[in-house]
């Protein structure tokens, strides 16, 4: 499975960006895709994520409300819609797949789970 994301850029704060993740390969085989992200000297943190079975998703509760995931499966396409971005929001977004059906939050959020990774799309919220 290989993932490419894309969308990233400079955005002014309150404004709104749709980041891509488009997928190829075995496809099939995935169970679960999340985004994460990681801030300048920070720790990669979860995002938000979706079973692709179910179509449910979940958010760290930083973003909730504020982020959308969603998902085109006649393009092999994950989406998250980000709006009202704050500065704090500044980091290089991943995406990410796992084979398992990620249904506990506690396994959704924690990177380890996740078999495959996109290689990051950096986003920039301007004060």
């Known amino acids: 499975v290989q993932l490419q994301a894309s969308g990233g850029g400079l955005v002014q704060a309150g404004g709104s960006l749709r980041l891509s993740c488009a997928t190829s390969?075995?496809?099939?085989?995935?169970?679960?895709m999340g985004w994460f992200r990681q801030a300048p000297g920070k720790e990669r943190e979860f995002v938000g994520g979706?079973?692709?079975?179910?179509?449910?998703?979940d958010y760290a509760t930083s973003v909730k409300g504020r982020f959308t995931i969603s998902r085109d499966s006649t393009k092999n396409t994950m989406y998250l819609q980000m709006s009202r971005l704050t500065p704090e929001d500044t980091a290089v977004y991943y995406c990410?797949?796992?084979?398992?059906?990620?249904?506990?939050?506690?396994?959704?959020?924690?990177?380890?789970?996740?078999?495959?990774w996109g290689q990051g799309t950096l986003v920039t919220v301007s004060s």
């Open positions: 979706i079973r692709l079975s179910e179509g449910r998703s």
């Open positions: 990410a797949a796992s084979s398992a059906r990620l249904m506990d939050m506690a396994a959704l959020t924690q990177g380890h789970f996740y078999d495959y």
């Open positions: 390969g075995r496809t099939f085989s995935i169970g679960t």
